[in-house]
């Protein structure tokens, strides 16, 4: 594996992170119920509660998949806290597209992903780690993700550091369009269905649901990925804490779809970070190795 391939990868992991579990907009179209009634008052309040619900119950298990035209499938499994800024652990499978390729010439499909505040670290291996100085885990600081990339690694940084499940909840709020699809089972939890679809267009004149400052926001982020619609689905249990949210959109690098699972609302997460005598820091692999010749795509 040529260095040059070693850093490519090193900004193709950084990007994708962005699109696992925990992304706002990283998560398949569930099925609309026909004939969805159009939310009113009381059901505009029962998504509010469960955005303030899902915020503050501060932790839980998450379980995605993802994939973004040929870009990339992926598969997330682990937990995730965010009540002091986001941390947790995942294990990121990549199952086709070019990444599933990248990765498979550094020596593995899966890898782990540690979450904190500042930066998330990503283990690669061996083979990897024979062209990082023989380490094995990469540093991305979100700061030098934003410096990077510009507006998409702006993009990025606030992605991973803000990204939370109620986001999902907060799109909806701000589709304009939200129906009740139903009442369905999933996972064994009984849970209220409701769906819509955001226009990115449409969303400065919106108001009501989601203060100026936060659709001027969102309609930001939306735009860097390159998505002008994005329909959304979430179900919702009994203690308005979100159970499962699935995604949809027209992306700048094809179709992005993905489905996301959440349950044991509460649970302990630690994350910590890893031996720095095994870490190598993004920003000095690529100062070492000269401007990146490429990556994979980002959402802008």
Not at 158 to 174: F, G
Not at 211 to 231: E, I, P
Request: net charge positive.
């Amino acid at each position: 594996m040529k260095s040059t391939t070693a850093r490519r990868i090193s900004l193709s992991v950084a990007v994708v992170a962005a699109l696992t579990g925990v992304a706002a907009c990283g998560s398949g179209k569930g099925d609309k119920a026909a004939g969805g009634v159009a939310i009113h008052i009381s059901p505009i309040a029962a998504l509010r509660n469960a955005e303030q619900s899902t915020d503050k119950a501060d932790s839980a298990k998450v379980r995605s998949t993802t994939s973004i035209g040929n870009l990339m499938s992926m598969t997330a499994n682990g937990a995730l806290t965010w009540g002091d800024g986001l941390k947790g652990n995942l294990t990121i499978t990549y199952t086709g597209g070019q990444m599933a390729e990248l990765m498979r010439k550094a020596g593995t499909a899966s890898m782990e992903a540690r979450y904190l505040p500042g930066a998330y670290y990503a283990h690669m291996s061996d083979a990897y780690a024979q062209h990082a100085g023989g380490k094995h885990w990469v540093r991305y600081a979100y700061d030098d993700l934003a410096k990077l990339g510009g507006a998409s690694g702006s993009y990025m940084k606030d992605q991973l550091q803000n990204s939370t499940p109620n986001q999902s909840v907060k799109m909806l709020l701000a589709s304009g369009d939200v129906k009740k699809a139903g009442e369905e089972t999933v996972s064994g939890v009984r849970t209220t269905h409701y769906s819509g679809t955001v226009n990115v267009a449409d969303l400065a004149g919106k108001s009501g649901n989601l203060s100026k400052d936060q659709l001027s926001a969102l309609k930001q982020q939306l735009d860097q990925a390159g998505v002008t619609t994005d329909t959304i689905d979430i179900w919702v249990n009994d203690k308005n804490l979100l159970v499962k949210k699935s995604e949809r959109a027209d992306t700048a690098h094809g179709t992005m779809t993905s489905t996301a699972y959440y349950s044991d609302y509460g649970v302990k997460v630690s994350a910590e970070a890893p031996p720095a005598s095994d870490t190598k820091d993004f920003a000095d692999l690529l100062k070492s190795g000269g401007t990146v010749a490429g990556g994979a795509g980002t959402r802008s």
